[in-house]
């Protein structure tokens, strides 16, 4: 079921009619009578749209199909245009509107692939053909809303083209392009009467300003262009914070793999460095060759990295896929070329070999290099040794897991805290640990959980600083997350560092790193001893914290909820659930991207509080409560009023010994 049905309240022939009048004779006519005619489709054909060229925009491009394979399309109305119902997505073409008088302000409804020489819809003038502004896809079937200003042309004759110039088949391919809802009046606002989030890469300023996206977060990591994926190489050197990132600068979305960097002076306000390692020239246009994930470590003043080269053997027929590399620099900026460590991976490893994290182990006082692996449906560690970071022998299978584990272990990391060792490893779109002892040649696993429980924390690196913190960034992502973010551009996001720790049934847990507390801006919003019944709003914060402390004991409600980034339409809901212990983050009416619920069993303490820490960013939510559980997710609201925090009680009261929310400030330095 599409979430609103149009009511058919003019006849074709009458729009008709109406576009063919000048801008003026429109003035008082309905929304569709000033923009193009059929803007959304909802004629069921293609009335009032040409096709120039090619057969991928047929009759049945229109659908009235409300769902597809990966949920609701959400398209408004009964019809859109679905670009691969007609012809598949081998077909080619173009499709052209009416003409119309070009407004201050217009949006419309967007999905389907990503390439912006290939798919996009065009505003064009119609006086010279000239492309005024133009938007691509996201690789999703969801919609997403993109705004222009169109203010300098107004009241020129424009119209719209989708353009289709790409042919592809099978899983992946996205060679397609959806429209609907073209808007030209009141084209920023809802029916609802919200606000539309201004999207689009028309509205990314050409030079970086991190404020300007409504969906970027403000003190996480992010490229200002382009796709990243796993953190790599955390460690403090010479007294800054360096974090590098998977990374690919030509689009948002992955391929030949780069190594971002950036530093920092406490692990929080980030300053954008030069590209760290770059792949060589691709063989062929689509040589996929570069430098995946790796970890760094400090050689007596000498950064030194280490991570997997990665080579395509469709363009390099015969060439080993994996191997690993080192690579160093005496300013922690400038890196000399890679130099090969490990030629080949061991017998064992059929499903990969990749993502080298280098320790110092105190057992031996030896340089370790652990390497993710699997064989047989099972993920395993491989363990190397090194006197010098030059010369690598092979120790064995440090861990292997079950088939319940995943069948390729990715980004293994292995350090002691205190006397216990604590494995993690990324599988299956999650990031586990386990806890155990270590004799310098096997670990021996004693407790296992997830690192996060949350849908949005995977490949997360630990490295230790200079006051003995054991610090981890995670991607907040995972492989099979909708990115609503290529619109404008860019997709990936890293977590906030978070300081982990053993519990003392030696199981893991993490809180945000104390350096954030210096975001705080303003005034905070606070409350003590409150009762709440039904909803209540604590305030507003679409870049925020908020900490609250839920007295379970006098709370006599069974559920209780937080809800954040919240407006009359969405809302990230934070629930908890007495009688289990269950709290769970529920992203299902968020806004765009991936949508589902995360739960996590988290008892009362010992006084029957519940303490909660939650950071609130643009596009992402990371909670942590007071035992040392956390849940992250990325949301991606459609609205500008999506930012309240609301608490509820569902059939009884609840109680708020305590709660604060406080605006925060960006942390990006430049």
Same mark, same amino acid.
């Given at each position: 079921?599409?979430?609103?049905?149009?009511?058919?309240?003019?006849?074709?022939?009458?729009?008709?009619?109406?576009?063919?009048?000048?801008?003026?004779?429109?003035?008082?006519?309905?929304?569709?009578?000033?923009?193009?005619?059929?803007?959304?489709?909802? @004629?069921?054909?293609?009335?009032?749209?040409?096709?120039?060229?090619?057969?991928?925009?047929?009759?049945?491009?229109?659908?009235?199909?409300?769902?597809?394979?990966?949920?609701?399309?959400?398209?408004?109305?009964?019809?859109?245009?679905?670009?691969?119902?007609?012809?598949?997505?081998?077909?080619?073409?173009?499709?052209?509107?009416?003409?119309?008088?070009?407004?201050?302000?217009?949006?419309?409804?967007?999905?389907?692939?990503?390439?912006?020489?290939?798919?996009?819809?065009?505003?064009?003038?119609?006086?010279?053909?000239?492309?005024?502004?133009?938007?691509?896809?996201?690789?999703?079937?969801?919609?997403?809303?993109?705004?222009?200003?169109?203010?300098?042309?107004?009241?020129?004759?424009?119209?719209?083209?989708?353009?289709?110039?790409?042919?592809?088949?099978?899983?992946?391919?996205?060679?397609?392009?959806?429209?609907?809802?073209?808007?030209?009046?009141?084209?920023?606002?809802?029916?609802?009467?919200?606000?539309?989030?201004?999207?689009?890469?028309?509205?990314?300023?050409?030079?970086?300003?991190?404020?300007?996206? *409504?969906?970027? *977060?403000?003190?996480?990591?992010?490229?200002?262009?382009?796709?990243?994926?796993?953190?790599?190489?955390?460690?403090?050197?010479?007294?800054?914070?360096?974090?590098?990132?998977?990374?690919?600068?030509?689009?948002?979305?992955?391929?030949?793999?780069?190594?971002?960097?950036?530093?920092?002076?406490?692990?929080?306000?980030?300053?954008?460095?030069?590209?760290?390692?770059?792949?060589?020239?691709?063989?062929?246009?689509?040589?996929?060759?570069?430098?995946?994930?790796?970890?760094?470590?400090?050689?007596?003043?000498?950064?030194?990295?280490?991570?997997?080269?990665?080579?395509?053997?469709?363009?390099?027929?015969?060439?080993?896929?994996? @191997?690993?590399?080192?690579?160093?620099?005496?300013?922690?900026?400038?890196?000399?070329?890679?130099?090969?460590?490990?030629?080949?991976?061991?017998?064992?490893?059929?499903?990969?070999?990749?993502?080298?994290?280098?320790?110092?182990?105190?057992?031996?006082?030896?340089?370790?290099?652990?390497?993710?692996?699997?064989?047989?449906?099972?993920?395993?560690?491989?363990?190397?040794?090194?006197?010098?970071?030059?010369?690598?022998?092979?120790?064995?299978?440090?861990?292997?897991?079950?088939?319940?584990?995943?069948?390729?272990?990715?980004?293994?990391?292995?350090?002691?805290?205190?006397?216990?060792?604590?494995?993690?490893?990324?599988?299956?779109?999650?990031?586990?640990?386990?806890?155990?002892?270590?004799?310098?040649?096997?670990?021996?696993?004693?407790?296992?959980?997830?690192?996060?429980?949350?849908?949005?924390?995977?490949?997360?690196?630990?490295?230790?600083?200079?006051?003995?913190?054991?610090?981890?960034?995670?991607?907040?992502?995972?492989?099979?997350?909708?990115?609503?973010?290529?619109?404008?551009?860019?997709?990936?996001?890293?977590?906030?560092?978070?300081?982990?720790?053993?519990?003392?049934?030696?199981?893991?847990?993490?809180?945000?790193?104390?350096?954030?507390?210096?975001?705080?801006?303003?005034?905070?919003?606070?409350?003590?001893?409150?009762?709440?019944?039904?909803?209540?709003?604590?305030?507003?914060?679409?870049?925020?914290?908020?900490?609250?402390?839920?007295?379970?004991?006098?709370?006599?409600?069974?559920?209780?909820?937080?809800?954040?980034?919240?407006?009359?339409?969405?809302?990230?809901?934070?629930?908890?659930?007495?009688?289990?212990?269950?709290?769970?983050?529920?992203?299902?009416?968020?806004?765009?991207?991936?949508?589902?619920?995360?739960?996590?069993?988290?008892?009362?303490?010992?006084?029957?509080?519940?303490?909660?820490?939650?950071?609130?960013?643009?596009?992402?939510?990371?909670?942590?409560?007071?035992?040392?559980?956390?849940?992250?997710?990325?949301?991606?609201?459609?609205?500008?009023?999506?930012?309240?925090?609301?608490?509820?009680?569902?059939?009884?009261?609840?109680?708020?010994?305590?709660?604060?929310?406080?605006?925060?400030?960006?942390?990006? @330095?430049?």
């Amino acid at each position: 079921m599409s979430r609103w049905r149009a009511p058919k309240l003019i006849s074709i022939a009458a729009l008709l009619v109406a576009a063919s009048l000048p801008v003026s004779a429109n003035a008082a006519t309905p929304r569709a009578a000033t923009g193009p005619v059929n803007p959304g489709f909802d @004629t069921g054909d293609l009335t009032g749209w040409t096709v120039l060229d090619g057969t991928a925009f047929g009759p049945g491009a229109v659908s009235d199909a409300d769902s597809y394979w990966g949920g609701p399309f959400h398209q408004k109305g009964t019809h859109h245009l679905w670009g691969s119902a007609g012809a598949g997505d081998e077909a080619t073409g173009s499709l052209k509107s009416s003409s119309f008088g070009a407004p201050s302000r217009m949006s419309f409804l967007i999905a389907g692939g990503w390439d912006p020489d290939r798919l996009y819809v065009a505003l064009v003038r119609d006086s010279d053909g000239a492309q005024l502004l133009k938007q691509t896809g996201m690789d999703d079937e969801a919609y997403v809303r993109i705004l222009w200003d169109t203010s300098r042309w107004r009241g020129q004759r424009v119209h719209l083209e989708v353009v289709d110039r790409k042919s592809g088949s099978g899983e992946g391919a996205w060679a397609h392009l959806n429209l609907d809802d073209v808007r030209t009046e009141n084209a920023g606002k809802d029916d609802n009467g919200l606000t539309f989030r201004a999207l689009g890469q028309a509205n990314q300023p050409g030079t970086p300003d991190h404020s300007a996206d *409504p969906l970027r *977060p403000q003190f996480h990591y992010t490229p200002y262009q382009g796709w990243i994926n796993d953190p790599n190489g955390l460690i403090q050197y010479q007294g800054r914070h360096h974090l590098f990132s998977q990374y690919y600068p030509d689009a948002p979305k992955w391929g030949p793999m780069h190594w971002a960097h950036a530093d920092s002076p406490d692990g929080v306000h980030w300053r954008q460095l030069p590209v760290a390692l770059t792949p060589p020239p691709r063989a062929t246009p689509t040589d996929n060759t570069g430098i995946f994930s790796g970890s760094a470590v400090d050689d007596n003043g000498t950064l030194t990295v280490a991570y997997t080269k990665f080579t395509d053997t469709a363009a390099h027929p015969g060439a080993t896929p994996e @191997t690993v590399e080192m690579a160093t620099s005496t300013d922690g900026v400038t890196f000399s070329p890679g130099r090969e460590v490990i030629g080949a991976p061991p017998a064992g490893s059929s499903a990969g070999f990749r993502d080298p994290k280098v320790f110092r182990d105190p057992t031996d006082n030896r340089w370790k290099m652990v390497v993710g692996s699997g064989d047989g449906g099972r993920g395993k560690a491989q363990l190397y040794a090194s006197d010098d970071l030059r010369s690598w022998s092979y120790v064995g299978v440090l861990a292997e897991g079950d088939s319940a584990d995943g069948p390729m272990w990715e980004c293994p990391d292995f350090f002691p805290i205190g006397d216990t060792w604590v494995l993690l490893y990324s599988a299956d779109n999650k990031q586990f640990y386990e806890t155990g002892s270590y004799d310098g040649k096997t670990f021996h696993p004693e407790r296992k959980g997830l690192v996060d429980a949350g849908s949005d924390f995977y490949a997360g690196q630990h490295y230790r600083d200079a006051d003995g913190r054991d610090l981890a960034i995670g991607w907040m992502s995972d492989w099979k997350a909708k990115e609503p973010t290529r619109v404008n551009g860019w997709a990936g996001a890293q977590s906030v560092p978070r300081e982990l720790f053993l519990r003392p049934d030696r199981t893991l847990g993490s809180r945000p790193i104390a350096a954030l507390d210096g975001l705080a801006a303003g005034t905070p919003t606070t409350v003590d001893d409150k009762t709440v019944t039904g909803n209540w709003r604590l305030g507003r914060g679409d870049v925020s914290r908020l900490k609250a402390v839920l007295d379970l004991n006098r709370t006599t409600a069974d559920t209780v909820t937080v809800r954040l980034k919240a407006s009359a339409a969405e809302a990230t809901e934070l629930r908890y659930e007495k009688s289990t212990g269950t709290l769970t983050l529920d992203t299902t009416e968020a806004g765009y991207g991936t949508t589902g619920t995360w739960s996590a069993h988290v008892p009362p303490a010992e006084d029957g509080t519940l303490a909660l820490d939650v950071l609130i960013d643009r596009s992402s939510v990371e909670v942590f409560t007071g035992d040392g559980t956390s849940l992250t997710a990325r949301v991606y609201p459609r609205y500008k009023e999506s930012d309240a925090v609301e608490f509820g009680a569902k059939g009884g009261e609840l109680r708020l010994k305590s709660a604060s929310l406080t605006r925060l400030k960006s942390s990006w @330095t430049h």
